[in-house]
């Protein structure tokens, strides 16, 4: 958001911790919207993940799931971590606590997933139901239980947190259910948000968070 070599006001994503540490101590002559992040003093639009993963919780203890496993991509922020906390604590609320054997550390990727349910699988997990971080950990999984002959969702369920291209899970087989992070949806939000403030010619601190709609498919 700039004019020649001006800027009227900036947006700025993915920060990480050490960033956000910085960002605080400095006072920008534009206003300035986190995208994806919270923050005491600048503008921003996100999400609630820890609620986020209460409502994954939520959905799986609705179909009958009592006994999960977890396929998780490091936590390289702190909001990845509270979207696993809020869906370990509505389990344990609910009188299931999570066991460490069943949450499993995996990549992001495709090949990450199909590993990480691998190895669950390998090791005779109780569980009814995979909950992945992401949707190409979901994407992967389903197909280590195609190759395994593996039902799904007679046999195993797998709910993934919606961050990819909506097209790719609505048309696998079977269709992949997921809990969406709203990412072009929040970009949009950051856009209006900057120009009203550019407009207004100051900053401000209003805090947005979008609601992380479910959509329910063949694999829960």
């Keep these: 958001l700039k004019e020649g070599r001006r ?10 911790e050490e960033d956000l540490a910085f960002l605080e101590e400095q006072k920008f002559p534009f206003p300035v919207v986190l995208y994806n992040r919270e923050s005491r003093y600048y503008s921003f639009v996100t999400v609630d993940e820890r609620k986020m993963g209460r409502l994954a919780a939520e959905k799986l203890l609705s ?17 990845m971590r509270e979207r696993d906390e809020g869906l370990l604590s509505a ?4 009188g299931y606590p999570g066991y460490e054997s069943r949450i499993i550390e995996a990549e992001s990727s495709l090949a990450g997933g199909a590993a990480a349910c691998g190895r ?10 995979l909950y992945c971080s992401s949707d190409a950990i979901g994407l992967g999984a389903l197909r280590t239980l195609y190759d395994r002959g593996l039902k799904v969702p007679e046999q ?11 097209a790719y899970v609505a048309y696998s087989v079977p269709a992949l259910s997921n809990i969406y992070l709203p990412m072009e949806a929040m970009a949009e939000r950051c856009l209006q948000l900057a120009l009203k403030q550019i407009a207004a010619h100051g900053g401000g601190n209003e805090q947005i968070y979008l609601d992380t709609p479910v ?4 694999s829960l």
């Design 215 to 218: 959509y329910l498919r063949e």
């Design 120 to 129: 669950i699988l390998d090791a005779m997990e109780p569980c009814t139901a």
């Design 156 to 166: 195993m369920s797998v709910l993934s947190i919606g961050n990819g291209e909506p």
């Design 91 to 94: 389990y344990q609320a609910a």
């Design 7 to 16: 800027f009227h006001g900036a947006i700025i994503a993915n920060a990480s």
């Design 63 to 79: 179909f009958g799931h009592r006994n999960i496993c977890v396929l998780s991509s490091p936590h390289r922020f702190p909001y």
